[in-house]
């Protein structure tokens, strides 16, 4: 993380006060919440409009920061302490992001896209940590403070650090990227997360390119080939290079075969047919993203052998294809991170595709933050909903009840219920289980539907 004295802090940021008192007092990292300053921090309050994060800067010192930066138009600097008067707390915390992103000796892999890029991220990291001392953005912290905060953790001596990036609008990414500077960008996907704010898959499509704008000149530009949206806007950009991965044949690389098991996928690619991979991952969206992941290795030197081993060595965020065991030998998979129509049709298929897999059963949730189809998109999840393959279906929240309407269509009554009561849902669900079932549990962040796997878990 970074370590820098006052005095070189002066220089990365415009700073408005005299600190030359304090120049020799060494900073390292930085923190924005006092719960969770640790020894040396520079503290970065911000005046919000509930609370004012000014008011701890005298606490965040005396309990261990060595110093902290303070917002001109808040009054009553504490002078007698080593503060840093800046113009704006959030700008200076990226300006300073930004200047140490410059004065770091570092590959950046910039990874965003509507589905999947915190799993990529994971895949990214896991393969090329076979050969470098790689860091990756931590949880959520994908947006206009989280990255520059990130930034600011990386050690001087990362070889690779894989960045996540977020957004709800457009705009966002294009900032993100020109702070991170990335040397590969990589876009997973282009689903319908984030329709409400950006009206439509193309203006989510072109939010997500927006990438593309810090990528360094000459630098590798992975997207999923099989996606139209970005293959055609794609042929304007001439400065940086572009690989592409997918099911299809006409991308760079694609997958010759793909076998799923019940800990994960076998499969084996166009790049080296003679090798079998193997994914502790579920799910054939997950194969695709791992492609990503190899382009990247492949273009920082890593031999198959190397990406194979980190391939085999992954570990996902929580709530991400997570698999428990549950009552009575049931196997459940917590997917219940996020969710939108194109991840949850593709978590169904995963399921339904399982070939050992005794009874299946899914747990669905609303999917949130999907404009004025919102409700189509749900009937369109329980269209997709095959009677043959799936025993029980449950739903939880008002949308989800769409989806419950449209699997009836296909399922016979008694197999399909729709609940708005979490513990109603639960203790129905505990009485159908037999025994050695698989249960899908997904929905948005928002239902919460980690606490039904928590009421199932053995």
């Known amino acids: 993380m970074i370590q820098r004295t006052i005095g070189q802090l002066a220089t990365m940021i415009h700073v408005e006060n005299d600190v030359s008192n304090y120049s020799e007092i060494e900073v390292t990292g930085v923190c924005i919440d006092t719960r969770k300053l640790k020894r040396g921090n520079l503290f970065i309050p911000f005046k919000g409009n509930n609370v004012d994060g000014h008011q701890y800067v005298e606490d965040a010192i005396k309990n261990g920061a060595s110093a902290a930066l303070w917002q001109k138009d808040v009054p009553n600097p504490p002078y007698h302490l080593p503060i840093l008067v800046v113009e704006n707390t959030e700008h200076s915390l990226q300006d300073l992001a930004r200047s140490y992103r410059d004065q770091l000796n570092i590959k950046v892999i910039g990874v965003t896209g509507s589905n999947g890029k915190t799993t990529t991220k994971d895949m990214v990291t896991a393969v090329l940590s076979e050969k470098f001392n790689v860091q990756k953005t931590e949880g959520n912290f994908n947006n206009h403070l989280g990255l520059p905060i990130t930034i600011l953790s990386l050690r001087e001596d990362t070889d690779v650090a894989v960045l996540e990036m977020g957004m709800s609008a457009k705009g966002e990414i294009d900032f993100l990227t020109k702070l991170a500077k990335p040397d590969i960008a990589i876009i997973t996907n282009i689903g319908e997360a984030h329709l409400q704010d950006l009206g439509s898959r193309e203006g989510i499509a072109k939010a997500k390119l927006e990438i593309t704008n810090g990528l360094k000149k000459d630098?590798?530009?992975?997207?999923?080939?099989?996606?139209?949206?970005?293959?055609?806007?794609?042929?304007?950009?001439?400065?940086?290079?572009?690989?592409?991965?997918?099911?299809?044949?006409?991308?760079?690389?694609?997958?010759?075969?793909?076998?799923?098991?019940?800990n994960g996928s076998v499969y084996s690619i166009n790049k080296a047919p003679e090798k079998e991979l193997y994914l502790p991952v579920l799910g054939e969206y997950n194969v695709l993203n791992s492609l990503s992941a190899i382009l990247s290795a492949l273009e920082l030197g890593l031999s198959m052998d190397e990406i194979e081993l980190g391939l085999k060595a992954l570990k996902l965020s929580s709530m991400r294809m997570e698999k428990h065991t549950g009552i009575k030998g049931t196997k459940i998979i917590n997917d219940a991170y996020n969710a939108s129509p194109t991840s949850m049709?593709?978590?169904?298929?995963?399921?339904?595709?399982?070939?050992?897999?005794?009874?299946?059963?899914?747990?669905?949730g609303d999917m949130l933050e999907l404009g004025d189809n919102e409700?189509?998109?749900?009937r369109e999840v329980g269209r997709e909903l095959k009677e043959s393959k799936i025993k029980y279906v449950f739903t939880y929240g008002k949308l989800g009840n769409y989806i419950a309407e449209s699997a009836k269509l296909t399922f016979p009554e008694t197999r399909v219920f729709a609940f708005m009561d979490k513990q109603e849902l639960v203790q129905h669900l505990k009485s159908v289980i037999n025994g050695n079932e698989w249960i899908l549990v997904k929905g948005s962040r928002g239902m919460k539907l980690e606490e039904v796997v928590q009421e199932l878990e053995e």
């Open 375 to 378: 409700v189509e998109f749900h």
């Open 219 to 262: 630098g590798l530009f992975i997207f999923i080939g099989d996606e139209p949206l970005l293959r055609e806007r794609v042929d304007q950009y001439k400065n940086f290079r572009i690989q592409t991965f997918g099911k299809s044949k006409v991308n760079d690389l694609y997958p010759i075969s793909i076998e799923q098991q019940n």
């Open 345 to 364: 049709k593709a978590a169904i298929h995963m399921l339904e595709t399982l070939a050992d897999a005794d009874d299946k059963i899914v747990v669905l």
